[in-house]
């Protein structure tokens, strides 16, 4: 990072302009500012001017890309940080995007220096290939370069099942029984489906060992539009219709605590004993964490969306597409374990998508966007650093008293 200037403050608001000119590591290895000693700062703002432009390859589309920068004051880049938070600023068509730091600090005795650190998230959706027959309120298990997905709405209830290979899709063995709105859970080899609507509610549960789906436990309770997280023998079957939890031991279906606030079309990921549940119709941005036993409320999701889908862990999670009655998103949100951040966009906007994967390499397939059925899928990873071009600055300002 090439910083501009380098001053001491004086009470009132001071503007620092800092120009990027190297992405993709900690960027700040000398002071932006000196706060002089006597002084306190009373609020910090990082304005966001100008976009950044990503230079994909074929096939990558989302031209946007994301930075995150960290306050720290201190007597070296090892203080600790001013507050106890990442800001993240989204970068791209936005003209500007501020993120607001805000304190009260003693009075320093001594002068102490001020850092910005910045640094790339790279992580984009980029087209992936084409499943077979368009469908949408599927059930997904699985990875990026192993995914699955089964079940689902055509014109009717579908029993289809598709394995993804990283490249391209092929067709696996049909459900015993067509359904849609279903959840999943589990490998390419090894996954789980349950729950599901077709002239009522389903609590069938069927087990897949890579080539052909049996018949496992029923659900105490029938229910479709929920969350599934977890493994063939350690399940996890979330809300629905419902608001109740059963947790799955590769047999049968245990109840456990209902979510503390029922919902379907939610989204969901994790595991048995780390489970993630966020969004749902209607009107809920509420996210809960489960230990095992006990579910707990979290931060909200940051854009209230149905009909989303999920993948990752309850500490890495990932969120994405969704449906708020009237719109349909594209919108992406990253958990780290306590609070969501916005991220890169999906390329088309729709809802009822399949997911699974991490939040580091996540796959959807299918949806709805609003006139049809989808039958694109969408890989997301991480850019190249040497693909991201940075074409803008930061302006930082900080009021001091």
């Known amino acids: 990072m090439h910083l501009q200037n380098n001053i001491n403050l004086e009470a009132g608001l001071n503007p620092i302009e800092i120009v990027i000119d190297d992405l993709g590591v900690e960027t700040s290895k000398i002071p932006v500012a000196i706060l002089p000693k006597g002084y306190r700062i009373k609020n910090m703002t990082i304005i966001s001017k100008d976009p950044f432009v990503s230079n994909l390859t074929t096939g990558q589309t989302n031209e946007d890309s994301c930075i995150k920068a960290r306050l720290q004051v201190g007597d070296n880049i090892t203080s600790d940080l001013f507050l106890e938070r990442t800001e993240v600023i989204t970068t791209g068509p936005i003209s500007a995007n501020t993120g607001s730091y805000f304190s009260n600090p003693i009075i320093y005795p001594a002068d102490k220096k001020i850092y910005l650190e910045t640094w790339i998230v790279p992580r984009v959706w980029t087209s992936g290939g084409n499943i077979s027959t368009a469908r949408r309120m599927m059930g997904g298990a699985g990875t990026q370069n192993a995914g699955l997905n089964f079940g689902g709405f055509e014109s009717s209830q579908s029993n289809t099942t598709e394995e993804y290979n990283g490249n391209s899709w092929s067709g696996g063995g049909n459900l015993a029984t067509a359904r849609y709105g279903l959840q999943g859970c589990g490998t390419q080899t090894a996954g789980l489906s349950f729950s599901g609507y077709s002239t ?41 219709d419902a608001g109740v939890t059963e ?49 707990t409320i ?11 889908c999920g993948a990752g862990t309850q500490n890495a999670g990932l969120s994405f597409g969704g449906y708020d009655q009237t719109l349909y998103y594209s919108t992406t949100e990253e958990y780290d374990g306590l ?63």
Do not use: M
């Open 200 to 240: 009522g509610y389903h609590t069938t549960t069927e087990e897949y060992d890579g080539s052909a789906w049996s018949g496992g436990g029923n659900l105490n309770t029938g229910r479709y539009a929920g969350a599934g997280c977890g493994t063939q023998t350690a399940g996890l079957c979330i809300g629905g």
């Open 298 to 308: 979290s931060n909200d999701l940051n854009i209230w969306r149905s009909h989303l």
């Open 247 to 295: 947790e799955y031991n590769g047999s049968t279906w245990t109840n456990t605590q209902d979510l503390n606030t029922a919902r379907f079309f939610t989204g969901g990921c994790g595991t048995q004993n780390a489970g993630l549940v966020f969004g749902g119709y209607s009107g809920v941005n509420v996210t809960e964490e489960y230990d095992g036993s006990t579910w």
């Open 339 to 401: 609070s969501w951040s916005i991220a890169n966009n999906l390329n088309v906007d729709k809802r009822s998508l399949a997911g699974c994967g991490s939040q580091n390499a996540g796959l959807c397939s299918g949806g709805y966007a609003g006139s049809s059925n989808l039958n694109t899928s969408e890989e997301y990873t991480s850019v190249n650093i040497s693909q991201v071009t940075p074409s803008g600055s930061l302006t930082l300002n900080i009021t001091i008293a």
